[in-house]
């Protein structure tokens, strides 16, 4: 089985930079199918565009555009790509790092998606700095990584046990299988509606509505990074009442406007 060492992946590498023991790349990814592989380093794989599939030991993954994947160093696995074109982000780390930023290397095992949306607005800002490297990018590449493996952390290995009814909320946020409003939310998990709004914020670190909004906007990231769509059909994709409704909300979590964002990562 081949080891993919630091830097290495399938591909055709379009840029590359390192900062203070993480490496960031972003790759076209051309082979209709790796070979089983895992890389000496840990890192996350942000799907920019196209479908990938990922397998593992234990289970297989379908991710389309604006999928987050982790993958442990020890963690051997295969991509097939699913469309003509595809490219993604990585973000790779020396193992190092973890020591000297007092983070909890042992929590860090497996592979498996990320879906709270709060790690998708950290990831959007750090490509943001990929894109832009002006001469404050290294620094805020630091800060934001850090945040981001906090709440890594925080919210992929929690340290006390979740209630069940979490795992399925989370995945059920992904959808729009039901209405989403308290009642539906509440009928469909079973629990009572003033249970559900006092308990999210203790295992969401928001309330249920800031959480739906944050989730709109990262659904909205890929196609800011596809760059096909205006930003009226992204906000009618993503279920925004209007663009200004989507411009504001934009705005207001990831700090500056979607035309803005999209401007400077193209």
Partial sequence: ??????????????????????????????????GWHFHENPYFMYVLQGDVYD?????????PPGSLIFHNWQEAHYNTKETPYARGFH?????????????????WEGSDLVKHPMAHHLLAKIYFEFRFQDAISPLSIELLMLQFCEGIQKHQFPEEKRPSWTKTLQDLLQTD???MNLEGLSDYLGIHPVHLSRAFPKYFDCSLGDYLRKQKIQRALPYLFEGNFSLTEIANICHFSDQSHFTRTFKAYLGQTPSAFQKHIR
């Fill in 1 to 34: 089985m081949r080891i993919l060492t630091e830097g290495t992946y399938y591909g055709i590498k379009k840029n590359e930079i390192h900062s203070n023991g993480i490496l960031l790349s972003e790759y076209d990814y051309n082979a209709p199918r790796t």
């Fill in 55 to 63: 397998v593992n030991r234990k289970s297989k993954k379908t991710c």
């Fill in 177 to 179: 299988v039901i209405p």
């Fill in 91 to 107: 973000i790779e780390f020396r193992r190092k790092w973890f020591e000297d930023k007092q983070l909890d290397i042992a929590l």
